[in-house]
């Protein structure tokens, strides 16, 4: 199973999530289903943020 879209930005842990869903939506439209369980960049932000 290879993911064309991953992209790392500042954080080499955090994947960029819009794109990851981008690729999992064309390779596999069943996914859409389960897409509010992944969180959003700015969700992601928010929670990081709360943690410091």
């Given at each position: 199973?290879?993911?064309?879209?991953l992209?790392?930005?500042?954080?080499?842990?955090?994947?960029?999530?819009?794109?990851?869903?981008?690729?999992?939506?064309?390779?596999?439209?069943?996914?859409?289903?389960?897409?509010?369980?992944?969180?959003?960049?700015?969700?992601?932000?928010?929670?990081?943020?709360?943690?410091?």
């Amino acid at each position: 199973m290879q993911f064309s879209n991953l992209c790392f930005c500042r954080n080499p842990h955090h994947i960029d999530l819009d794109l990851l869903q981008q690729d999992l939506i064309d390779h596999y439209p069943k996914v859409k289903a389960t897409l509010p369980l992944f969180m959003s960049e700015k969700a992601w932000a928010e929670d990081e943020r709360g943690r410091e």
